[in-house]
């Protein structure tokens, strides 16, 4: 999207949200600062809850303090605006660990609350989690292993599927909270087979569209480089989704 449709949709969400919804976090990394920053400060001035920061993804900060600096740059403006990282080092393919990251950044970045973990390395969220007696909020963004992350102390997730299974995720965290594992490990092997799907049917974002418009709500198509499903595809996914009983346990 353009930094101008993605302020465009920042607006929507902000007036849609607009008492129901307690928190709308605007993600704003670009592919430069001078976007990213523009990005930031219009979620400021249009009262976002918080703004969350992916770095650069073609030239790449090459040191732990390069990283500091250039989120420490984006939120100078949004001074007012709670910042959390977004931490994906398989799109990012940076190889800092997160503990190391919020030592260092505590010191230099007073908006930072907490970071979205999408990474499977629950020793590094263990760690973040416990900085500063648990100072930092840590968005669990996993859906796959989310019984994974509840085990190690997080208590927030952030994930795809859950625009369509949020009921499905739901139980899986009342089953651990009440200690049911039987029911936890069910409904998460659940949410696995549906996620190793996206390998078969491409990316992620063009299986949810699909299977959301199956559920009746349609987001449009995806922009190229991303394709969209040909009709064959989509017969075939349909499939995929009854014999694994989607239809009936995603409610």
Known sequence: MTVDERKKLAEKWVEAGK????????????????DTQELAKHSEDIGATSIAVLPTTFFTPKTLDDLVDYVSQVSNSAPNTPLFYYHIPVMTHLPFRMEDFLNTAKHKIPTLVGMKFTSSDMFDLGCCL????????MLHGREEILLSALAMGATASIGTTYSFTGKLHHRIIKAFNQGDMETAWREQYRSQALVKLFTKYGDRVCFSKTVIRMLGLDLGTVRSPLSKL??????????????MGFFDWFR
């Open 130 to 137: 416990c900085v500063d007696d648990g100072k930092f909020q």
């Open 19 to 34: 008492d129901k919804l307690g928190n709308i976090i605007v993600q704003i990394g670009a592919a430069n600062l001078k």
């Open 230 to 243: 040909d009709v064959s595809q989509e017969l075939e996914l349909r499939k995929d989704l009854e014999r």
